[in-house]
């Protein structure tokens, strides 16, 4: 092969959707492009033409509408215009070299021969952007099938569940858990599931009670049930024993109830989980004990990621993990300062809230108080209980908020009137440390205490947001500060700042732009949902977000929040400073790529958003 000839094949194995192609078909086809030259400022045929491929080989293409609004740039390795078998622009578009350019051509009869030849080649024409990045996710966590993130409960599912009726004696059902070897019986009404009756449930309300053996069951049964369905994730079953603090779920389908799942056949399928390390915080002693427990929440992260956990699966782990720290620490501290003098609330707030921690997370909380709160006769009760579970939480690696929201901090630490008139300030003034301020403290989530204080505030906070255009544009503006990291050409544009020198911050311009505009959907809506994923599904459901657009912002955070937790394990691994600034020369070609993608996708959602509320009248 001639030496012009190879230098062609190696850049295009280097850029999708060539690299997808095998390597004799890589041989031949650089006889088969054409090379177009363009001098600066000429119209890019490209855009009306007859459905050729163009790729940019040097040089640039600046893309704008029939008003003159920048539509995209397109520069090295980009495929810059619509191809045959795709679908035209519905508007008038027309492009311009911004630079002197060298273009590589592919004729549509040898671009169609190719794409029925491959089928990871045509993928990348007849799939979405989201398609592109979901594919991406897919191969990041493939795992070796077994693990609890890709198992369903019913493959977990090992006998059929001991019931008895409402009615049998408390002495027959115990009779009946030991015969059977099981440590759970379910009651039932027929095929009505009524309650659950634990080896525990046994112990506390019917022995250490006083309890008569001979009373029917249903009096000491649970009859509150959480219950889940047999394609539930294995995971997401571990979650929710693990945030509600129990060992037992029933399992229902359409056809009734269908088993019953225990913490024990969770931890025989994969031995090491969240579970057990909250088990040991729930029977800490002191704060050595917590200290000794949370060492353990690195390795967790790791194994998780390693395991083909999504992101969503490892913000689950390490937030129920920070939950179950925050509510021993409050116990603990109420064992040595005793028992509050008035109810209260403590509120997690900001990604913990958001239930999207990772294991190298600040602490961010607040304390929500009666109204009866008296700071003279209570301030210094509250007070010492704030600073215990803050020491205690920086102890357990949470270190402590830079921007000081935390219940330590007095402005945070109040009576409901008062967070009333904070929330109803912001929504009615929203200036710049307002919307700083709200953009904190509308995800908030109540930890311990009095949880219908919280529920009273949160619906008054939503009713006022819910609607309000005003405000919401507001917010609206103040969401589109974090740009996506895209420069000139769609290159990722890196950090100079002598610490983190050519990385981009994965959080700061990827993972918070999208959680900013889930935020302003929920509140738009009135949505009581806090997790971002939840967020963007309830707005599509609602209307306030098309399918694909929310398919988009979802698709976009699971890659970039895989990025970060991949990385930041090579650096729990190296013992290193674990933070969210990432170098694009770690990633392949491919998973560059795919990051390029990913920040289109927000900077799109974005625009869509600066249009429906005209936020340039805020900047």
């Known amino acids: 092969m001639e030496v012009e000839l190879i230098e062609i094949r190696e850049f295009l194995a280097e850029h999708p959707p060539f690299d997808h192609l095998p390597s004799e078909e890589?041989?031949?086809?650089?006889?088969?492009?054409?090379?177009?030259?363009?001098?600066?400022?000429?119209?890019f045929p490209g855009i009306t033409g007859d459905g050729?491929?163009?790729?940019v080989r040097k040089g640039g293409v600046e893309i704008r509408d029939d008003e003159g609004a920048l539509l995209d740039k397109f520069g090295e390795g980009d495929i810059c215009a619509p191809v045959c078998g795709q679908r035209q622009p519905e508007k008038?578009?027309?492009?311009i070299t911004i630079e002197d350019s060298l273009f590589y051509l592919?004729?549509?009869?040898q671009l169609q021969a190719l794409r029925e030849r491959s089928e990871a080649f045509d993928r990348?024409?007849?799939?979405?952007?989201?398609g592109r990045i979901r594919r991406a996710i897919t191969a990041m966590g493939e795992g070796d099938g077994t693990s609890l993130m890709s198992a369903e409960i019913s493959q977990l599912l090992r006998r059929q569940p001991v019931i008895v009726a409402p009615d049998t004696t408390i002495r027959d059902a115990a009779r009946l858990m030991n015969r059977e070897r099981v440590s759970a019986v379910l009651i039932c009404d027929g095929k009505n599931l009524q309650g659950i009756v634990t080896d525990r449930d046994l112990r506390s309300r019917c022995v250490a009670a006083g309890c008569n053996i001979n009373s029917p069951i249903r009096e000491i049964m649970t009859d509150r049930l959480i219950k889940i369905a047999p394609d539930t994730l294995a995971f997401e079953a571990l979650m929710i024993m693990t945030r509600m603090n129990i060992h037992h779920i029933p399992v229902v389908g359409r056809d009734g109830v269908a088993g019953l799942i225990s913490n024990n056949d969770l931890i025989r399928h994969q031995s090491n989980n969240s579970l057990y390390l909250v088990g040991d915080i729930g029977k800490a002693r002191d704060v050595d004990d917590l200290e000794m427990a949370a060492r353990r929440i690195p390795d967790l992260h790791i194994q998780l990621v390693q395991s083909a956990a999504s992101a969503w699966h490892l913000g689950q782990a390490i937030s129920s993990i920070s939950d179950a720290l925050s509510e021993r620490l409050i116990h603990l501290a109420r064992q040595r300062i005793g028992e509050p003098p008035v109810p209260f609330a403590w509120l997690a707030v900001g990604s913990q809230a958001r239930r999207e921690q990772t294991s190298r997370s600040d602490q961010d909380h607040a304390l929500l108080l009666s109204d009866d709160y008296r700071e003279e006769e209570h301030g210094e009760y509250f007070s010492a209980l704030a600073e215990f579970v803050s020491d205690g939480l920086a102890r357990c690696g949470f270190y402590y908020c830079p921007g000081k929201v935390m219940a330590t901090n007095p402005d945070w630490r109040q009576p409901f009137?008062?967070?009333?008139?904070?929330f109803d300030g912001w929504i009615r003034k929203p200036e710049k440390r307002a919307l700083m301020l709200a953009s904190n403290f509308f995800d908030i989530r109540?930890?311990?205490?009095e949880e219908s204080l919280y529920d009273r505030l949160r619906s008054e906070v939503l009713e006022q947001t819910q609607d309000n255009r005003i405000f919401i544009a507001h917010m609206a503006a103040n969401a589109l500060t974090h740009k996506p990291p895209l420069g000139f050409f769609r290159n990722l544009v890196v950090i100079h700042d002598g610490k983190h020198d050519n990385t981009v911050n994965l959080k700061q311009r990827g993972i918070i732009p999208i959680v900013d505009l889930a935020r302003i959907f929920a509140l738009s809506g009135g949505l009581r949902e806090l997790n971002t994923v939840d967020r963007l599904r309830a707005a599509a459901e609602a209307g306030l977000v098309s399918a694909e657009g929310m398919e988009s912002?979802?698709?976009?955070?699971?890659?970039i929040a895989m990025l970060r937790a991949r990385n930041q394990v090579n650096q729990l691994r190296e013992g290193r400073e674990v933070n969210n600034y990432l170098s694009p020369d770690a990633l392949s070609k491919k998973e560059r790529v795919h990051l390029k993608d990913a920040f289109s996708a927000i900077a799109t959602m974005q625009s869509v958003f600066a249009q429906r509320y005209q936020t340039e009248r805020f900047y």
């Open 106 to 109: 592919l004729p549509c009869d």
């Open 92 to 95: 008038p578009i027309t492009g």
């Open 124 to 130: 990348h024409f007849s799939d979405s952007v989201g």
């Open 26 to 43: 890589l041989d031949e086809l650089p006889r088969r492009l054409s090379v177009r030259y363009l001098r600066r400022g000429t119209a």
């Open 553 to 559: 912002l979802e698709d976009a955070l699971a890659f």
């Open 417 to 422: 009137a008062v967070w009333r008139d904070y």
């Open 52 to 55: 050729d491929l163009w790729l």
């Open 446 to 449: 109540p930890i311990a205490g």
